[in-house]
Structure formats: C-alpha cells, structure tokens
C-alpha cells in the first residue's frame, strides 16, 4: 500500500510516500528523514524525548501515526534556531546548565517552546515544572531547565514588548 | 505492531460503516491505541480514523443550559477554556491532573473515555487476561495487584478504568452521544462502562461501529461551580496514573448541604458513582463527621481483590479531603498542581 502525505517539517513542504501505515511521526523523522535532533527515549508516551511541534502544538511524535498528520506542520529541534542564531529557549538552557548527557534536551527544548506558546504557566516555577512534568531528565538537571524555561519566556516577553512598542 | 488498512472517512456515516466490520478499531490521536498496537495487545486490521470528521471539534453551549463537547476537542483545550474551568472547575482539573501537556494537547475527549485499563497483565502479551483473552484466566489474580479494583470486581477481572476526566462527569450525569449502524443514540456516562462480572471482555455499552460524538454536561452541572474539587493520589506528583482520586461538588445554601455529587476514580472498571454518600450528604451541614459518615457509605460494598485492602481507608480519605476542599470553595485558578494533595499553594 503506498500512502502519500504531505508534511511541512521546520519551513519546507516534503511530499512522501510510505510503503507502510505503521510508520510513527518519530520514526519517519529519525529514520526516513535523517533528522535525528527528536530522540527515541521509551516509545511508548511515558518520557518525552520525542516532543516535536504539530502545528505550533507540543505532542510525543513516539505515540502519533505519521500517516493521520497529513498536512501537519511540523517544527523539530532542527528548526528552532535560525541560522547561526540560538532559540532564545536553547539559549537559556545552556545559561542554566538544563541538561548533562543531553539525551532529554531537544525534547526538553521543544517542550519549553510548547508552555511559554501555551501561556498557562506564568512565572511562578511549581506551573512550570508541573507543565514540565511529560519530560524526564535522568541527569536530574530538572532545577536548571526550570530555571532555563523561566528565563527564555521573561526573554521572549520582554523582546515582544519591545518589538511593539 | 501487525499490520492493518488505514483509513481516513470524510463523514461519519463512513466512519460507521468502515468501522463496522470485523476487526476494526477507531482511532482518534493514538495516544492509547497505539501504545497498545505496539505491545501486541490490541491488533486491529483496520484503522479508521476519525480525527478529521467534521464537526466535531467544538463546544456549543445550548439553549436549553446544557453544554455539548464534540468527541475531538483535545483534552488541554477543554481544561484551558476559561469559562469552561470557571463552570465545571473539578472537571477542568481532573484533565489537568492526567498524564502530562503533551499528551493532553493530543487526546480527545472520546479517547479519554474509552481508554483501557492499565492492568500491567492486561498490557503484558504473554499474561492470562481475560479482558483480552475471555476464559484464559486473570494473572492479576495473584499478581501485583497493590493497584487494582475494591469495588465492582468479580474473580474474572479486578482491573480498574483509568480515566480522571470520567471521574467529575459521572458525578455531573454527563451524557454521552453515540452514532451507530441503526443511527443516534445516548446514554448517561455511568452506564458506558461495564462492571466486569462474567464477561469482562465487554468492557463498555458500545457496540461495533459505535462512534462517541460527543459529551453533554446537562444544565444542573453548572449549580455546583462554586464547590467544586477533584483530588487525586500518585505514585509521584505529576504524570502518573490515580491510585485513588474523588471528585466532590457540592450545592450549598443557607448553610447547608443541599445536593452533592461524588465520584471516585481508581477503584472500579468504571468511574464510580457514589450515590449512597450523596445522601448521607444532602441536608447536613458541611463538616468533619459527615464527611467521613459519607465516606464510610461510598466504600461500604468495597472489598480487597488483592494486596490493595489500603485502598479503601485511602478512598475514604481522599473522599473526606475533597469534600473539605470542594466546601471551602473552588479556588480563583486551578492550583499549580491540579488534582495534588501535596500542592504547596495556600488552600489547594
Ligand atoms: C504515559 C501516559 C500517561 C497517562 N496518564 C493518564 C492519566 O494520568 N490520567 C488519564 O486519565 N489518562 C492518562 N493517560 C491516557 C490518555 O488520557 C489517553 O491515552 C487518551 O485520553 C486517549 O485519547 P486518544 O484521542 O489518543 O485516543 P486513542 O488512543 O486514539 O483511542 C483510545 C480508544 O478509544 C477509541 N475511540 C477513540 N475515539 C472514539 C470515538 N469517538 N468513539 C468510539 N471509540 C473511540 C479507540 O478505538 C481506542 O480504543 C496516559 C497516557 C499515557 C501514554
Ligand atoms: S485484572 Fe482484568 S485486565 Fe488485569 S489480567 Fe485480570 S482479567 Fe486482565
Ligand atoms: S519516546 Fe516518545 S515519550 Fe518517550
Ligand atoms: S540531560 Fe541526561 S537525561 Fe536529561
């Protein structure tokens, strides 16, 4: 069965075509794209290291079908950054230690873009950690990514402010 | 996984009728489907999904006061819809309290409702579960079952439904909209699902094709917004299932108690209504001895199915714990810690 589908991943539109239904989001990105950035941790929902954006939204890409995400945009690890520029969000994790081995980080990553985009957490640290909570460290650097995530929205709130003022 | 047709029905007559044949399943994000795929424990042939079916993807407020949710509104959006959480905080916050934002940014509500049990033996293949294998027995039986049901239970199944939204909306006679082969159809939220008795491979009230469309919360729900909790104890803070949880809400005039709904979540195959309670309940003043008259009522029937006879004294406390919260009041904003009896914020 060839299943065609049409995905825009971090900007640019790719037309593909599985030969299987089976093919998870995570695994046609790491396996199919070459885009290795979203890391496969437990496969099953239970640590987010798959954490990628579906149009603009924080999900685990291990537990979606690629197939249903048919004209989904996707954003990854990958495609944060812009050129040589960090995310203000990757930025704030290396100010603030938010990782050790660095396997959890890009999932960490794009789920701290996912709560600030939310708006839900505000600066008070428990919401965030709570709003955190999908993302297990095993380094433990959960202090750092706390604090790393505070900072990049206080950041990014206040160069939105100035952008509009 | 095995392998299996996918497809995708413009409307949900061909939704129904993709879904009525032998072997298929729907499905809405995955999120439990697929974990289940993935382990062997679910095999369907086909998939039929149904996230892009019009129209079902909205909250409509309706004439006559009630509240109607589509099957695919995603559980963080219900939760984060402020007049939403305003109306139905307890509600808001046991979607708030379940698995973590990635998860909820994907699950559906029609998901959530029919998500199977989390039996490890039941999720484990190679285990003797008669929920996936009816006669092949129930290794729960003398397994690990610290975790499992005290209420509602037979000697073929003691496992419990997992789901936290389920547990506020039986206690608010939510109602469930169904679209099947002989057209459309409703039932209260307490009678989808099935005790297990002799057949606990017939888990809900759904037959083959069923297609959950959405979920009403009838007027009187809105009535109990200012006393309003749910509570819900964990293995771990955040991202873990129930081991016990109780959602109260309370109707208080005058000083007293004039109705309460209670839920309990973690204890039985279904989410569990405890009416006995409520009428322990209705009339009194709101304080300390009722409460844990009520709560003794709710678990009166409870018996251990294993190493889990904790979880009856822990249900009664919880019970008295949510009723004490849900009396003092529905806090402005659902605590930092939705659902936790560890949050630090004053009053949560
Ligand atoms: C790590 C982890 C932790 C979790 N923690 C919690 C928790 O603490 N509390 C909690 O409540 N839940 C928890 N969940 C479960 C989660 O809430 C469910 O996986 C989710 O709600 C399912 O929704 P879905 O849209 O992904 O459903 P799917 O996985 O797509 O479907 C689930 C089932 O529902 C059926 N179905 C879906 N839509 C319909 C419909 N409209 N009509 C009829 N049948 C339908 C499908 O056929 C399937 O059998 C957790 C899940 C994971 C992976
Ligand atoms: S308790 Fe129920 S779900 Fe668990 S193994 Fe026994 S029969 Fe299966
Ligand atoms: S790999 Fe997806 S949640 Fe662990
Ligand atoms: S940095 Fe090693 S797992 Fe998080």
């Not at chain 2, 032998?22 to 729907?26: F, I, L, N, W």
């Not at chain 2, 939220?189 to 002799?198: D, K, N, Q, V």
């Not at chain 2, 009339?283 to 409460?291: I, K």
């Given at each position: 069965?060839?299943?065609?589908l049409?995905?825009?991943?971090n ?14 989001l ?7 794209l070459?885009?290795t950035?979203?890391k ?15 149009d603009?939204?924080r999900?685990?890409s ?6 249903s995400?048919?004209g989904a ?18 930025a ?6 938010g990782?050790?081995?660095g ?7 794009m789920?701290?873009?996912?709560l600030?985009?939310e ?7 428990e ?7 999908g993302n ?6 959960y ?18 402010q100035?952008?509009s003022? | ?20 044949e ?5 499905l ?10 993935k382990?062997g424990?679910?095999?369907?042939s086909?998939l ?11 909250i409509?407020r ?7 949710i ?5 559980n963080?959006?219900?939760?984060h819809?402020?007049?939403f959480?305003?109306?139905y905080p ?7 309290s379940g698995?973590?934002?990635q ?30 294998w ?6 729960a039986?003398?397994g ?22 389920c547990?506020?909306?039986v ?9 099947g082969?002989?057209?459309?159809r409703?039932?209260p ?10 057949t606990?491979?017939?888990?809900t009230?759904?037959?083959r ?19 309003a909790?749910y509570v819900?104890?964990?293995e771990?803070?955040?991202y873990?299932?129930?081991v016990?949880?109780?959602a ?14 209670l839920g309990?979540?973690g204890v039985?195959a ?12 209705a ?9 844990s ?9 409870a018996?251990p ?8 004294e822990?249900a ?5 714990r949510?009723l ?8 402005d ?9 560890f949050s630090s914020?004053?009053?949560?």
């Open positions: 069965m060839n299943l065609p049409s995905l825009t991943i900007g640019v539109r790719r037309e593909i075509v599985l030969d299987d239904p089976r093919v998870t995570l695994d046609l990105l790491r396996e199919r070459d885009l950035g979203t496969k941790g437990c496969d099953r929902g239970q640590c987010g290291a798959c954490t990628v954006l579906v603009g939204r999900i685990n291990c537990l979606a079908l690629a197939i995400h048919d945009e996707i954003t990854t690890i990958e495609g944060v950054g812009h050129g040589g520029e960090l995310h203000p969000v990757q704030a994790f290396i100010a603030h230690d990782f050790q081995c396997f959890c980080t890009p999932g960490q990553i789920s701290g873009i996912g600030i985009q708006g839900q957490a505000g600066d008070d640290p919401r965030v950690r709570e709003c955190m909570s297990l460290c095993r380094c433990g650097a202090q750092g990514i706390t604090e790393a995530v505070l900072e990049a929205q206080s950041n990014m709130t206040a160069s939105k100035r952008r003022a | 996984m095995m392998n299996f047709d996918y497809v995708r029905p413009a409307n949900v007559a061909d939704a129904i009728a993709a879904a009525s032998k072997g298929a399943s729907y809405a994000s995955g999120t439990n489907l697929l974990d289940l795929m382990g424990v679910s095999r369907p086909r039929v999904d149904v996230t892009r079916l019009p129209g079902l993807d909205r409509e309706l004439a006559d006061g009630s509240l109607r589509g099957t695919l509104v995603r963080a959006d219900l939760a819809d402020a007049e959480a305003r109306t307890a509600v808001a916050e046991a979607l708030l698995a973590s934002a998860l909820r940014n994907a699950a559906t509500v029609g998901g959530n409702l029919m998500q199977r049990t989390r039996c490890a033996y039941f999720y484990d293949a190679g285990s003797a579960c008669n929920r996936r009816p006669g092949a027995g129930c290794d039986l003398q690990e079952n610290r975790l499992h049901a005290v209420l509602g239970w037979s000697e073929g199944c003691i496992a419990t439904h997992p789901s936290d939204f547990v506020p909306l206690a608010l006679d939510a109602i469930v909209e169904i679209e082969k002989s057209g459309r409703e039932l939220l307490e009678a989808l699902h099935r005790l297990p008795g002799e606990p491979e017939r888990e009230a759904l037959e094709g069923d297609l959950i469309v959405a979920l009403r919360l009838p007027a009187e729900a809105k009535d109990f917004a200012g006393h909790r819900k104890v964990r771990r803070t955040s873990a299932f129930a016990v949880s109780a109260a809400a309370l109707r208080i005039e005058h000083g007293k108690i004039r109705e309460a709904r309990l979540g039985a279904k989410p569990w209504r405890a009416r006995e309670a409520e009428q322990v309940l009339g009194a003043a709101p304080d300390a001895a009722v409460y008259e009520a709560a003794r009522a709710a678990l009166s029937d018996k199915s294993g190493d889990n006879a904790f979880k009856i822990l009664q406390r919880i019970l008295v949510a004490t919260l849900a009396a003092a009041g529905t806090p904003r659902i605590p930092a810690l939705p659902g936790s009896p914020v004053a009053g949560a």
